[in-house]
């Protein structure tokens, strides 16, 4: 996100985690600091193949949460931003993992122990954010310890199927953390419906 009063109106719902996009390739791209940043729901800077140095000022400038590595970054890369000189401890790291078939869970195995989350999105010619769902039936072949966040083209009209999740033959439930919500709530790039997100997350919450 990165329209203020978006924001503002974003941060009262019972939302935990906010993203701001830090990829200048991206149509969500935050190319400065709103003047109001979520003050209720945590701070997620997105980044893809961001240097270090990037990642600390933006942490320092929005006083991230979190960091959500959304590009190639290899596990030694993680590594590196782990032990880097001042970086938060408190800062929690996501690692994007793009998914089309069953055989792409097993990526996680290269991440295990290094980050707090796992994000698991669609895979696309582009990062992230295309609107397109994959059949989240795969996931039973997730048998990490990491918790992860459901993403990839998760709609209004979802909360029902979202629940089903529970019946699903081998989804693990237990380590789903959370869903991620965007594009398809967007009625322009970085700026949500609210009136649709809050009657989903009644929904979804009911």
């Known amino acids: 996100m990165r329209d203020t009063e978006n924001i503002r109106a974003v941060d009262g719902l019972p939302v935990d985690l906010m993203g701001f996009i830090f990829w200048p390739k991206s149509s969500r791209y935050v190319s400065e600091r709103p003047s109001y940043l979520p003050t209720k729901c945590k701070r997620v800077g997105v980044f893809v193949d961001a240097t270090i140095d990037d990642i600390k000022q933006?942490?320092?400038?929005?006083?991230?949460?979190?960091?959500?590595?959304?590009?190639?970054?290899?596990?030694?890369?993680?590594?590196?931003?782990?032990?880097?000189?001042?970086?938060?401890?408190?800062?929690?790291?996501?690692?994007?993992?793009?998914?089309?078939?069953?055989?792409?869970?097993?990526?996680?195995?290269?991440?295990?122990?290094?980050?707090?989350?796992?994000?698991f999105d669609t895979k696309c010619p582009s990062v992230g954010g295309s609107g397109l769902q994959f059949d989240w039936s795969v996931l039973s072949a997730y048998d990490g310890n990491t918790p992860f966040l459901l993403s990839g083209g998760i709609g209004p009209d979802d909360a029902e199927r979202l629940h089903a999740l529970r019946l699903l033959d081998g989804f693990p439930m237990e380590k789903c953390a959370g869903i991620d919500l965007n594009s398809r709530f967007e009625v322009a790039p970085a700026l949500k419906d609210v009136d649709v997100l809050q009657k989903f997350l009644k929904e979804f919450n009911s």
């Open 58 to 119: 933006k942490i320092e400038e929005y006083r991230l949460d979190f960091v959500q590595l959304h590009g190639h970054e290899s596990p030694d890369y993680i590594r590196a931003l782990r032990v880097v000189d001042g970086f938060p401890v408190d800062v929690h790291l996501i690692k994007a993992i793009s998914v089309s078939g069953r055989d792409d869970i097993a990526t996680y195995k290269d991440y295990e122990g290094l980050v707090d989350y796992f994000l």
